[in-house]
């Protein structure tokens, strides 16, 4: 089976970085995903990694290393809307995503 | 911009009733996808399918059954309702499969919040 962990709750300041650790065993692997997704809202599409190293978009940024299993996604310059659950999933063939529980970011003012 | 649109947002059925959930995208996507979300547990697939009239089995699909008869739409299935199947469900699309080249993201609806009593 696939097996993706991320971490249940992060708090931050304003302002502050936070990163969000993803650990992944899956039977395959054809791309990594960070979604975002506010309160009673649609996950919405913010990173993709499908090779070693980092992508960088705006104050986001996300991480890849295969061989580690590991990604990670970096939020800059926090600010209160950023404060919401981020999704971390993995393509094992061509359609299917297999997610984490997800990550409840908090950011305070 | 995609759109992904479900019936309801909110739905209340009775243990035993069937139960209908529809998904309409509007911007000609092979791919579409049922998905339940709970919490503590993530998304977990429950079926997608990647044309007209085909179907895949996710990860639960016990319980359930869907129906692609045209390709904007997407049902999903509940033969017989219960209570275990209280959940969120979110539908989503995807224009081509990985092999077909690009990113290829998933694309969200707003997600039905079904309770089941």
């Known amino acids: 089976g696939q097996n993706i962990d991320q971490p249940t709750e992060m708090t931050a300041t304003e302002g502050a970085i936070v990163q969000i650790n993803c650990t992944y065993q899956?039977?395959?692997?054809?791309?990594l995903f960070w979604y975002q997704q506010h309160a009673g809202e649609a996950p919405t599409f913010l990173s993709y990694?499908?090779?070693?190293g980092l992508e960088e978009k705006g104050r986001f940024s996300s991480f890849l290393s295969r061989s580690k299993g590991y990604s990670y996604l970096l939020l800059k310059e926090l600010q209160m809307k950023d404060s919401a659950s981020y999704l971390c999933a993995v393509r094992d063939g061509d359609y299917k995503l297999s997610f984490g529980a997800g990550t409840t970011v908090t950011v305070r003012a | 911009d995609v759109k992904v649109t479900q019936s309801s947002r909110y739905l209340v059925k009775r243990t035993g009733e069937k139960v209908f959930l529809e998904c309409v995208q509007d911007m000609d996507h092979e791919n579409m996808f049922w998905y339940r979300q709970d919490p503590g547990l993530g998304l977990r697939l429950i079926y997608f399918?990647?044309?007209?009239?085909?179907?895949e089995k996710g990860d639960i699909p016990e319980g359930y059954s869907v129906s692609r008869e045209k390709k904007e739409r997407f049902s999903l299935i509940l033969e017989s309702a219960s209570t275990n199947q209280t959940s969120m469900y979110l539908c989503?699309?995807?224009?081509?499969?990985?092999?077909?080249?690009?990113?290829?993201?998933?694309?969200f609806g707003p997600g039905t919040r079904l309770t089941v009593l």
């Open positions: 989503a699309s995807s224009l081509l499969g990985s092999s077909a080249g690009g990113i290829d993201t998933q694309y």
């Open positions: 990694n499908v090779l070693d």
């Open positions: 899956t039977s395959g692997f054809n791309g």
């Open positions: 399918s990647y044309d007209v009239k085909m179907k």
